[in-house]
């Protein structure tokens, strides 16, 4: 897909906007001139040394331009009498850059290992030698057309892979560079290609120079085309027969000329090119030619070269043809003596053939009004047309023809137009933020500029009639309303449009018009105010008028006399107001208002020109010389004379009218309304002509009846409406007001149409008798779904119920025959694609009943044939693949085609349900929806807004084009019957022309053999518009628009590769390495070179140091007055704020949400009375920053999860616990000395300030408490000598803090005015630390009077040159260098001695958090998953030298792709080893010596849902709500087996019991949220079932007491019961419907306990309060009652909101008791007994319990609360301890069967607790 934006062709110039200078850079003379040849600017590069004038692309060596197009085209002319230079780096597939040069200063050929010098050499024009081989006078533009890849296959036989930078070095003429993968023919046009039928590509019209009417393009120009003999070209257009002229030209004739083809000694392959330009024969000048070397002559005729892409054999010729016609006429006898064309085989051929023509697809009716408004339509000069805008695409409807064409370009919603009074240009602005505007040439359609407006969303345009001014109104980024005024005279020649004033205003806008009298007025009109403006002297002024008594009306549309004499300004008002005003004496000369009043005798009513009363709603009003058109929102408009005496003429409309414009000659009325309707009334005739009617909403199906040519659509507007598909007319128009339609189809052969709406009804419209036929009510839900057989006898629906419903419609009434339940899937949304019939009416396909199936039934008799797992068929991809549209393909073969999540499209073979074939990566998102043409030989697919044609015939590799227009998600695309057109409906309905040709050439045909010709034929009007965005001459835009950002401007070391080097360190920006690298040789380099920078003199960067209490040290510079600043007073208490916004760097901290509170007042056990003892945490916190400690010289390893200080021994796995943080703690700090940890965490819900707690190392104890950040601490750091420590407060808290570690106070704290990201102290320099933040480095200095320390600051702003916008992440590297990296992948080398920047270099694609460094090696982590190692070993030496030193000196040693984004990272002082934190809650331990990463910790990323125990304790299992059930060593802890589904969550998970036997015929079952039940193995690593008993999420699950049946329960209230070993259920029980089943827990009985058989006693809880205990004997299906227990509902505690669980356990030690807690109105535990069939005891609590367990062994029973507070009590004495260690809910508590171990887990953090006493 990297390619696909790039085709058909680029416009290089336009693409890196080179008139910007931004991503390009122009050296020496360089300028824009109007050349009078071209008729356009072109570029001029003059000078007399070439080296010192040039313009080169990109900007800096180290970017790359990454185009991949095979073929350049240099549009260019030599100036006379000079020479020219034109460089070009090319990058091979190994990655080896090679420079290619074209001079007319080379004399030969040469070439090296790297670069390739070829001559471009003119001999004549002078008899100086100092002057030979430059271009003769009167040179012409020529069109050099250079193929790449043949360039360096025969001249160093390597693979070109894209084009790298580009130099054009004086003296020349440049237009433009363009690349292209097509071959383009630069003589012939489109119209003579399609009239000829010639099987060539013509040169796009962008690309093409202008030829005089009647002329030919070769007595103008010239074209060179570099080897002529590439394979691609047709032999055609390379050997071309040239006919003889009658008359030699004047001027100089391009002339093919036999010369020797020398051969390279180093390479006797390497063939060299000719290119010979004669002038006049009478004079004796020499011809203009590339010459090569001068060596050994060859008389070979033939030479062949193997080795081209996809092993096709490629031919170069010795010459190189310039194709002009008079070459043979021009009195020269042409002897080429040619090489060889072998042509392909034709099966290659055929593999490989693309459309004919290209595009495949025109633009011909759109039907659609406005989108963002429907007010903008407006009348062509000569009243013969009409332009208005159709959401992104604008339209010219012709009145008379009815047809369209169109301006295609944006790519949002339109929301103005302007037409000036010539006609010649036209102005359109889109909608959302920011405004884009474009200026049009309305008589060639192409886009003459396109600029952004300073207005943040365009309500109106105006343009003077002359077309040299433009207002644009709208309002700015702060809501107040702007008027800019933009020069625009020199669009037309060239130029851009200039601001020429702006201002903004309070009052409001809602109409604005410059007056056509006088250029320099304008008048405006809004809610209370009429204005009237005036440009002048660069700025725009305003003045009201004085409305008196008007002054609270709302004016909604103005217009001015239109007589040469007129000073009148008419404005109208919502209340029916016309104010008639003279805007030269600025005040009212007329006010009337419009009122309607029945009389008895008149059935319409009259109007009265002035009364009191409610008045008509007027929405817009225009003026001509005797008439007044005025449209209101009571639906009519009406003509009016200028006095207002009485109506002339009205129409009434079917919706509220929205503008009104009369025509320029005064005859003709147009309007719109809201129901998006256009028309215009002929006032001579009194005749009114509806020329558009349309959706107002998005159109979500289409249905297309063959036989009589209508098309079907409906809509959100809730409207059904019926077309002519041949006018695309709107013949019929249904509205149902109630519901809204979903589904639309035709009955094949009747006149008969289906519609599904949103409520499940299902209705026939008959279009004869336009009346509902019959409608059924079997579907509960959404239609999702509708399609008839071909034959016309079945129709099928769909909805959203899972429902699929089977009518017999072959005769006039259609009846009900099957209704099937829970068949198709409940997440498909309405679609065309939903349901699909074969052409043979035999079967029936759908996805269902789950995502993840696609089922193909029986049609007739609904029987399944075939279930097709979708989510099976790519067992490589870790990603479980669902199912999003279908549609069969024609017959034979039977295949149904299958759109999936993960944007392919699967080719099934439809009896067998093998994959036949499989389109990947179709679109970015997946595609809903699909359509084969009839002949498969079109494949269209649809999503987001665009559509894509694939050449389907093709088995490998099929080539597409894509086409954009629509400014929403294209809903549905289809064929039309006759295959000649599509239908693509979303915004609006699009009708294209198809332009290939019916039959395809036979797969065994030659390339470039004549085809047959297009069956399309262009009309009169079919001319497409141009456009740099859309194409040019009706060619596809190959990328959907997406916002992206130019890459930055650098400053290189090197200017280009060195002669003679290998250029192993010019490597593009595509060419680093991105997948893990484990190979221990080589060395990798960087994605681009490093560049130095140049140091910016500006104010906060020369060196001042100012006193920190000012922001950035201001108030440290001096008073203007001489008076100090009171802002340098420090102070510990700091200013109050306004909360800062996040910034948008993952480097912040930014706690877990909690609704939890820790609990007050809880007293814990003493020191040595525990009961339980914390032994094990489970997890990192992947959401901290910097919280990982190593000290590999001491051991010391600790690392933070949840509000825990985890201190670990890495070689015995032993873990300490520093309890103390009530909060997650965010970042950790350790002394230099090793002897101090820092420690800090989050606000808690009733503190006032952030803890940080200082740990003593050896003991394990918290010495003090520090308080002072509001919200999060983002670092920590301490001093050199570790006497101070610095904390810094995150984004909301933006306070920088100094600690004494002496003391434990507060030194100072200064406030920062915007969030700093990161900070480090000097190594060298205890005195000084740094910091980095957006656009700047920060350098603190700390100075010492006495017992005070004041801190200074010095603010170093980001170079230019760098192009980062924020610094990221920061480490100190050798003295005195301090590397920073930035939000976008940048590292920037600083010199902290002189405060500069002097290096930098991409070193990844996102934004680097992580930067470690020590000696010469730099470790960067970023948030794209990836740690790389750097060899910096040479910056020190960059750092002196400057630009004197290599741009090879940084390299890439090792590259690691991890499981997150890395958060947290330290290493060994060698760089050889370290520890790695990541975003997923893993540590991993590094080595880049071997080369591999390995996990040392591993946890949960989100919560914790159930753990689970091995009958013989040697294993638990966990699962949680990131889909993975993972399972653990018991004794150790770590990780050792890990089942994942995607997009799922775990919520409950179950372990065989011991009764199943065999440790190998051990169980897991796991539920998950979409309803599946899976069932795994342990011993074999694998999933033996999958299951889907429920269709709501899966909250409880348990096995039975001898493991053979499964009992789950859902969050609806089922519980269904499974066997294991067929995974079929068998019975479901719906006796706590309603009520989410919270636990299903079973356990065996003796038979006949409790008055009941069975073998099994299970219970149910559900979330009412109700639990069911139940007696079963599963192998007989035996199922029997034996208690139903309820309770009341719980009353929580004042402070807590949250509705506690309804937990119920059998009591281990005595099975007739039952134990339940949260059931009642108290936090208490009851004890029930089923014998007794009472309570038998109460525990209270002091809180609701949320998680409980009871030991298997002792007494004990485990309790936790959302408090944060485990509690364990016996149950015996009811003694109860309690215990802390979470920072969120303890929402699970789980024994061990041994009861010697105890699970609990908050959120994604688990301990594991040590029973002590049991």
């Known amino acids: 897909m990297a390619r696909v934006w790039q085709h058909p062709f680029l416009n290089v110039f336009r693409q890196f906007k080179v008139d910007e200078w931004k991503r390009s850079t122009k050296e020496g003379d360089v300028a824009t001139v109007m050349d009078k040849t071209l008729k356009c600017t072109v570029y001029r590069i003059r000078g007399s040394v070439s080296a010192s004038n040039y313009i080169q692309l990109p900007k800096t060596s180290t970017q790359s331009l990454g185009l991949t197009g095979r073929y350049l085209y240099l549009l260019f002319r030599p100036l006379s009498t000079k020479h020219f230079v034109i460089h070009l780096d090319l990058s091979t597939e190994d990655r080896q850059v090679i420079r290619v040069s074209f001079s007319s200063l080379f004399k030969e050929f040469k070439s090296t290992a790297t670069w390739l010098q070829f001559p471009f050499t003119c001999e004549a024009g002078t008899s100086r030698k100092d002057l030979a081989g430059v271009a003769p006078p009167g040179a012409r533009w020529t069109c050099l057309q250079l193929d790449l890849h043949d360039i360096l296959l025969v001249y160093l036989n390597r693979r070109y892979s894209h084009l790298k930078s580009v130099r054009l070095c004086a003296s020349l003429l440049v237009r433009s560079l363009y690349t292209s993968d097509l071959c383009f023919d630069p003589a012939v046009t489109v119209a003579e290609a399609r009239r000829a039928k010639l099987p060539i590509t013509p040169m796009p019209r962008e690309m093409s120079f202008p030829v005089p009417k009647g002329e030919n393009w070769h007595d103008h120009y010239i074209h060179i085309r570099f080897p002529s003999g590439s394979p691609a070209v047709p032999p055609r257009l390379v050997q071309r027969t040239f006919s003889p002229s009658k008359a030699v030209s004047s001027r100089h004739v391009p002339q093919l000329l036999p010369r020797p083809v020398a051969f390279s000694k180093s390479r006797q392959d390497s063939v060299s090119p000719v290119v010979q330009m004669l002038g006049p024969i009478a004079s004796c000048q020499a011809p203009l030619g590339l010459l090569p070397e001068d060596g050994l002559s060859c008389e070979c005729s033939e030479v062949s070269i193997m080795g081209g892409p996809r092993g096709h054999r490629q031919e170069p010729l010795a010459d190189v043809k310039a194709t002009d016609k008079h070459a043979a006429g021009s009195g020269l006898q042409v002897s080429v003596r040619n090489l060889a064309v072998v042509p392909a085989a034709p099966e290659d051929v055929a593999k490989h053939e693309s459309f004919l023509p290209d595009p495949v697809l025109r633009l011909k009716r759109v039907i659609g009004l406005g989108g963002h408004s429907t007010k903008w339509a407006l009348w062509t000069k000569d009243g013969t047309a009409v332009v208005y805008p159709c959401h992104a695409v604008i339209v010219v409807l012709h009145i008379d023809t009815r047809e369209q064409s169109f301006f295609l370009g944006h790519t949002e919603k339109v929301s103005a137009l302007a037409l000036d009074g010539s006609n010649s240009l036209l102005a359109s602005a889109q909608a959302r933020p920011p405004s884009m505007l474009r200026l049009w040439d309305f008589q060639t359609r192409s886009c003459l ?9 365009v309500c109106s345009l105006s343009f003077s009639d002359s077309g040299t001014l433009l207002c644009c109104i709208g309002k700015d980024h702060h809501g107040k309303m702007m008027v800019v005024a933009w020069g ?74 239109k007589a040469q004499d007129s000073r009148t300004l ?182 008969v149409f289906f519609c599904g709406f949103s409520s499940g009804a299902i209705r026939s419209f008959s279009l004869e008798a336009t009346k509902v036929l019959v409608e059924h009510r079997c579907h509960r839900g959404a239609i999702t779904g509708l399609v008839t057989s071909p034959d016309g006898s079945l129709l099928f629906s769909a909805c959203s119920q899972g429902t699929l419903a089977q009518y017999h419609c072959a005769a006039t009434s259609c009846r009900v025959l099957r209704v099937a339940a829970n068949v198709v899937c409940r997440d498909a949304r309405p679609s065309l694609n939903t349901l699909a019939v074969s052409g043979d009416s035999r079967l029936l396909a759908f996805m269902g009943p789950s995502k993840y199936m696609v089922t193909i039934m029986d049609a007739a008799s609904l029987d399944d044939l075939l279930r097709i797992d979708v989510s099976a068929l790519d067992l490589a991809s870790s990603r479980l693949d669902s199912a999003v549209a279908v549609c069969f393909g024609p017959a034979p073969p039977s295949h149904l085609l299958v759109s999936t999540s993960s944007n392919k499209v699967v080719v099934l073979d439809a009896t067998s349900g093998r994959m036949v074939r499989e389109l990947c990566g179709v679109h970015p998102v997946a595609c809903a929806s699909l359509a084969l043409s009839r002949d498969a030989r079109f494949l269209l697919t649809a999503a987001d807004r665009a559509v894509k044609v694939w050449d389907y015939l093709t088995q490998s590799d099929p080539s597409c084009q894509v086409y954009i227009g629509h400014s929403e998600p294209v809903q549905a695309v289809a064929f039309t019957p006759d295959q000649q057109h599509l239908l693509s409906v979303g915004d609006a309905i699009f009708l294209w022309d198809i332009l290939a040709s019916p039959q395809r050439s036979p797969p065994g045909s030659v390339l470039g053999s004549p085809g047959p010709p297009p069956t399309c034929e262009a009309g009169p009007n079919a001319r497409q518009p141009e456009d740099a965005v859309s194409g040019t001459n009706g060619l596809p835009r190959w990328q959907v628009p997406v916002p992206s950002q130019a890459t930055p401007p650098q400053l290189s070391i090197c200017a280009g590769p060195s002669e003679g080097g290998d250029g192993t360190f010019c490597v593009s920006d595509e060419e680093g390495p991105s997948e893990e690298s484990h190979s221990p040789q080589g060395l990798f380099q960087a994605s681009g070179p490093p560049m130095l920078v140049q140091k910016e003199a500006c104010g906060a960067g020369d060196g001042a140091w100012g006193a920190a209490g000012d922001p950035w040290g201001l108030s440290m510079l001096p008073h203007p007055h001489g008076q100090p600043s009171k802002q340098g007073a420090w102070s510990t208490r700091r200013a109050r704020t306004q909360p800062s916004a996040r910034p948008d760097s993952y480097k912040h901290f930014t706690a877990r949400y909690k609704a939890s509170l820790m609990a007050k007042n809880v007293s814990f056990p003493p020191a040595g009375g525990e009961w339980l003892h914390l032994k094990t945490v489970v997890g990192y916190n992947g959401n901290g920053r910097a919280n990982v400690i190593w000290r590999p010289d001491t051991g010391f390893f600790a690392y933070t999860c949840g509000c825990l200080v985890v201190v670990e021994d890495l070689h015995s796995g032993s873990q300490q616990h520093w309890l103390g943080h009530s909060e997650e703690i965010s970042t950790l700090a350790l002394s230099h000395d090793a002897q101090v940890l820092a420690s800090a965490s989050g606000r808690g819900g009733a503190a006032s300030c952030c803890q940080i707690r200082i740990w003593d190392v050896p003991g394990g104890s918290c010495r003090q408490l520090l308080s002072h950040h509001c919200t999060a601490v983002q670092a920590l750091a301490f001093s050199l000598d570790d006497r101070l420590l610095i904390t810094l407060g995150d984004y909301g808290d933006r306070t920088l803090a100094l600690w004494s570690m002496a003391t434990y106070e507060l030194i100072s704290s200064t406030h920062l005015p915007e969030p700093v990201h990161s900070l480090a102290f000097n190594p060298w320099d205890a005195c000084e630390l740094a910091c980095v933040g957006q656009g700047a480095l920060t350098l603190w200095l700390l100075q010492q009077r006495g017992a005070d320390i004041s801190l200074q600051v010095h603010r170093e702003p980001i170079p230019k040159a760098v192009g980062a916008s924020e610094l990221t992440s920061l480490c100190y590297g050798a003295e005195p260098l301090l590397y920073c990296g930035s939000n976008d992948g940048q590292v920037c080398v600083w010199d902290t001695s002189a405060s500069r920047c002097f290096l930098a270099w991409e070193a990844d694609d996102g934004e680097i958090g992580v930067l470690v460094c020590s000696g010469s090696r730099l470790v960067s982590g970023s948030n794209t998953r990836r740690l790389r190692l750097w060899a910096v070993g040479a910056v020190p030496e960059l750092r002196r030298k400057g630009s004197g030193a290599r ?82 060593s018991l004794s150790s802890m770590e990780l050792v087996i890990q089942f994942q589904v995607l997009n799922q969550s775990c919520l409950c998970l179950a372990w065989s019991p011991p009764s199943c036997g065999r440790p190998e015929q051990q169980h897991m079952a796991a539920g998950y949220s979409d309803g599946t039940l899976r069932v795994f193995n342990i011993s074999r690593i694998s999933m033996e079932l999958k299951m889907h008993p429920h269709l709501a999420a899966l909250t409880a699950i348990t096995f039975s007491a001898d493991g053979q049946t499964i009992l789950s329960g859902d969050k609806d209230g089922l519980v269904a019961v499974s066997r294991l070993h067929t995974g079929m259920t068998f019975r479901v029980l719906s006796d706590h419907w309603g009520a989410p089943i919270s636990t299903i827990q079973s356990t065996s009985k003796e038979y006949g306990d409790f008055g009941v058989e069975g073998t099994d006693l299970w219970l149910a809880a559900s979330g009412d309060q109700r639990v069911s205990i139940w007696a079963s004997n599963w192998l007989q299906d035996c199922c029997e009652l034996v208690d139903w227990l309820s309770f009341p509902a719980p009353t929580p505690m004042e402070t807590s909101d949250y509705s506690p669980p309804s937990l119920a356990a059998f009591c281990p030690w005595d099975r007739t008791l039952l134990v339940c807690a949260g059931l009642g109105p108290h936090p208490e535990v009851v004890f029930y007994s089923l014998c007794q069939k009472q309570v038998v005891k109460k525990i209270p609590l002091p809180f609701f319990a949320v998680s409980l367990s009871l030991s298997p062994r002792a007494h004990f029973m485990a309790i936790g609360f959302a408090e944060r507070v485990l509690r364990l009590v016996d149950c015996v004495s009811g003694a109860a301890q309690d215990f802390a260690g979470h920072d969120d809910w303890v929402q699970l508590c789980r024994f061990a069967p041994s009861a010697s171990v105890l699970f609990t887990a908050a959120h994604s953090e688990i301990l594991v607790w040590e029973v002590t006493d049991c």
């Open 488 to 561: 625009t005279d020199q669009v037309g020649q060239g130029g851009e449009a200039v601001i020429l004033a702006k201002a903004s205003t309070d009052v409001d806008i809602q109409a604005f018009e410059i007056a056509f009298f006088n250029e320099t007025r304008m008048a405006s009109c809004g809610r209370g105010s009429v204005r009237l403006w005036r440009l002048r002297g660069g700025g725009l002024r305003s003045c009201p008028v004085d409305l008196g008594e008007h002054h609270t009306l709302e004016f909604t549309d103005l217009a001015f006399g």
């Open 449 to 457: 500029s396109l600029f952004q407006s300073p207005v943040h969303s």
């Open 570 to 751: 008419y404005v109208c008002s919502r209340s029916g107001h016309i104010l008639e005003i003279d805007h030269q004496c600025m005040a009212v000369r007329h006010a009337r208002r419009l009122l309607p009043t029945q009389t008895p005798c008149s059935p319409l009513p009259q109007k009265q020109a002035f009364s009191l009363g409610p008045g008509i709603a007027i929405s817009s009003l225009s003026v001509s010389q005797a008439e007044c058109a005025v449209g209101s929102e009571d639906g009519y408009l009406r003509l009016w004379p200028l006095d207002f005496s009485s109506v002339l003429l009205e129409a009434e409309h079917e919706g509220p009218i929205s503008s009104v414009r009369l025509s320029p000659n005064g005859l003709r009325v147009l309007s719109t309304t809201s129901l998006g309707h256009l028309g215009f009334l002929d006032i001579p005739s009194r005749e009114y002509s509806m020329l558009v009617r349309s959706h107002t909403a998005l159109v979500l199906a289409l249905a297309i009846e063959c036989n009589r040519g209508q098309l079907a659509t409906v809509s959100q507007d809730h409207t059904v409406r019926v077309w002519d598909l041949a006018t695309l007319q709107q013949l019929y128009d249904f509205t149902s007001p109630e519901e809204a339609p979903c589904a639309v189809a035709f009955h094949p052969t009747q006149p």
């Open 1447 to 1528: 741009s090879s000196s940084v390299f890439m040693e090792r590259e690691l792709t991890l499981d997150g984004a890395v958060v947290s990272a330290v290493f060994h002082d060698s760089m050889d080893m370290g520890v790695v934190g990541t975003t997923a809650g893993t540590l991993w331990y590094v080595s880049w010596a071997e080369g591999t990463s390995t996990r040392l910790i591993s946890g949960h990323r989100s919560k914790v849902n159930e753990v689970v125990f091995s009958p013989s304790e040697s294993h638990c299992a966990t699962c949680g709500d990131d889909g993975s059930v993972r399972v653990w």
